[in-house]
């Protein structure tokens, strides 16, 4: 039997003459007098491969009337094609059915929208638009591997379940095996965590910073790429419940350092997808041009930014920028106030239209982890954070050095009324060979979102999770 060849390889190494076999899912059926085009896709490539096939074969009747996402394997010969816009196509000269589909099939040629995608989002992957955003997003996972791996970064898979909120924003899911219909109490008549399966109150993870730090502490560089869950209830476009982060962890450096290290690592996700997936991005350019969607010359946009330094400027620039730029925000710009998404939009889009890199926010603002800066006048102390916001999408990026004095770190724990207990393994990396440390979160579905151009983050996620759902 002829092993199949992926339309991919067909493409790249198959030469006129060649015999090959492939197998794909239809896209259309042209039917002639006495001859036939079949269009398959087998996911491997954004391209089509045309199939010819005659009306001497013997399964011609049958597979000239398949419908449009029936699926199929042909033996053929590489052609030239006589069709514009393809090089090649395959003249059929035996063909195996698959399993067919019917006239139900919901993903006909015409206009399918992305709600309606979203529904269906167990076949979406089948479309021309899915198919490129998740070549894409295969590609921004293996340049992030690639990326820290080459920089010396070891690969850590941090915990899922977790006892605390390193967030500190109360925004997590509970993970217990009680029974809600007969919880355990204690004599204070309160939920006797003790009698459940972690024999204590535990959470689906924020984040892997505060494992990850323990292990920067003995490995130097590390990076997590994982899974995170966060139960906000925002129903926003830019917001899952269930969502994928990268997290860098680096010994013996600070937020410079780390900064520097996010803009390079952004520039290496947009040069791998423009060197590896253009045919993707010009699909993407095109389905725009269809949607009616401005462009904005994405993959110009996206070619500048690899070539271009990111803007650096402190939150109290920030503000000042803000609250001198005559815009109406809905929120005022005000020292203290977090930066809305409105403002983050506002900065890296209109004022300097390329990434920018925010740091030293008020203490107020952020986490409890965060290096507490030296030398601020009373009720303006800031913390060695920074946000990195890109046009299009805003915070991309969450970061920060960390509070590494185990005074000042416990300190700020009790000023913001947390609970020690729970971080004494925490505070042990400030006991012993304490060193000054950074670190950033990226969202990757966020990162997936400004290299495609997709304006929402249900999108660019297989099965996006979201508050009242969790369909397929
Ligand atoms: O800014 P965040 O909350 O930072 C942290 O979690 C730190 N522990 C990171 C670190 O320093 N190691 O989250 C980091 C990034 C955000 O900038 C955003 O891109 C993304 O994660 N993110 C979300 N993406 C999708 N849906 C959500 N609900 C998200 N929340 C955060
Ligand atoms: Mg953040």
Redesign the pocket.
Same mark, same amino acid.
Request: proline letters at 3%; zero cysteines; aromatic letters at 6%.
């Given at each position: 039997m002829t092993a199949r060849l992926s339309i991919k390889k067909v493409f790249e190494g198959s030469k006129v003459g060649d015999e090959v076999k492939i197998a794909g899912w239809i896209r259309s059926v042209r039917k002639n007098k006495s001859f036939s085009f079949i269009v398959l896709n087998d996911g491997s490539c954004q391209d089509n491969l045309q199939v010819v096939i005659n009306d001497d074969l013997p399964e011609y009747d049958k597979a000239s009337n398949l419908l449009t996402g029936s699926a199929l394997a042909v033996i053929g010969k590489v052609v030239e094609s006589g069709g514009k816009g393809q090089s090649i196509e395959l003249q059929g000269a035996s063909i195996e059915i698959y399993g067919e589909a019917d006239n139900t099939y919901p993903l006909q040629k015409k206009g399918t929208s992305l709600e309606f995608l979203r529904d269906n989002a167990h076949l979406r992957v089948r479309t021309n638009l899915f198919g490129a955003i998740f070549r894409i997003r295969h590609t921004l996972a293996m340049a992030t591997h690639q990326f820290f791996h080459e920089q010396g970064y070891y690969y850590l898979n941090s915990p899922i379940i977790t006892a605390y909120d390193? %967030?500190g924003?109360g925004e997590m899911f509970s993970v217990s095996t009680l029974d809600p219909q007969k919880l355990p109490t204690n004599d204070k008549g309160e939920i006797d965590y003790s009698k459940d399966y972690y024999g204590r109150k535990s959470f689906l993870a924020?984040?892997?910073?505060l494992e990850?730090e323990c292990h920067a502490m003995g490995l130097g560089g590390v990076y997590t790429f994982g899974p995170?869950f966060?139960s906000?209830n /925002?129903n926003t476009p830019?917001? @899952? /419940?269930e =969502?994928w982060?990268v %997290?860098?962890?680096v010994a013996f450096a600070d937020l410079d350092d780390v900064a520097e290290l996010a803009s390079e690592y952004i520039k290496r996700l947009i040069s791998e997808a423009l060197e590896k997936n253009k045919a993707e991005l010009d699909f993407l350019k095109q389905w725009r041009k269809w949607q009616k969607i401005e462009d904005n010359n994405h993959q110009e946009t996206l070619k500048h930014v690899r070539d271009s330094k990111f803007k650096k400027i402190t939150y109290t620039e920030a503000i000042e920028i803000l609250a001198a730029s005559g815009e109406k925000f809905e929120f005022r710009p005000e020292w203290g106030a977090e930066l809305q998404t409105e403002h983050e939009r506002f900065l890296a889009e209109k004022h300097f239209n390329v990434p920018v890199i925010v740091t030293d926010y008020p203490k107020s603002c952020k $986490?409890f982890y965060m290096k507490q800066n030296a030398d601020e006048e009373a009720g303006k102390e800031t913390v060695r954070a920074m946000?990195?916001l890109v046009p299009g999408v805003g915070? @991309?990026? !969450?970061? /920060?050095q960390r509070e590494d004095s185990l005074e000042k770190l416990e300190g700020r724990i009790d000023e913001m009324g947390m609970d020690k207990d729970v971080l004494w393994w925490y505070l042990d990396l400030r006991k012993y060979g304490s060193v000054p440390h950074a670190? =950033?979160? @990226? !969202?990757f579905?966020? $990162?997936v979102m400004y290299v495609t151009g997709m304006k929402n983050?249900r999108d660019v996620i297989a099965f996006p999770r979201t508050p009242k759902s969790a369909d397929f």
């Open positions: 390193a %967030e924003a924020v984040t892997g910073q990850a995170t966060r906000e /925002s830019r917001h @899952l /419940s =969502f982060m %997290e860098p962890e $986490a946000d990195v915070e @991309l990026i !969450g970061g /920060s670190g =950033f979160g @990226l !969202g579905e966020r $990162a983050i």
